[in-house]
């Protein structure tokens, strides 16, 4: 009867991890759905000054994720289905003049 005991405790130990686990598992694959539909691209631009240079490194952006939405950003400066955030660069003397690299987190509507 004692051992019958033990292993229901055991049991029951075991029954609140894994629900535990679970719920974590559950929270955790929420996040992974809602940023699914992004991606971190990273790309380098050249140009004779610091703007020219940071709008290759934005064409290029673009171009990893979608040709359409890079002619719509030529046309308009507006990503039509995309979410284009925060782009952050760094720059440095170079190339035709000036060479920067850039990233952005780009995610689909």
């Not at 130990?13 to 629900?19: F, Y």
């Not at 939405?69 to 955030?85: F, N, R």
Request: proline letters at 2%.
């Amino acid at each position: 009867m004692i051992q019958l005991k033990r292993c229901g405790i055991a049991f029951a130990a075991v029954a609140v991890i894994a629900t535990t686990s679970a719920g974590g598992a559950i929270g955790a694959d929420k996040k992974a759905k809602a940023s699914s539909n992004c991606v971190i691209k990273a790309a380098e631009g050249t140009g004779t000054d610091t703007e020219s240079a940071k709008f290759q490194v934005d064409e290029a952006l673009l171009q990893a994720v979608d040709w359409g939405a890079w002619a719509a950003w030529m046309a308009s400066k507006t990503t039509p289905g995309y979410d284009y955030g925060k782009r952050t660069y760094k720059c440095k003397p170079g190339g035709l003049g000036v060479t920067c690299v850039g990233q952005a987190k780009i995610c689909k509507l």
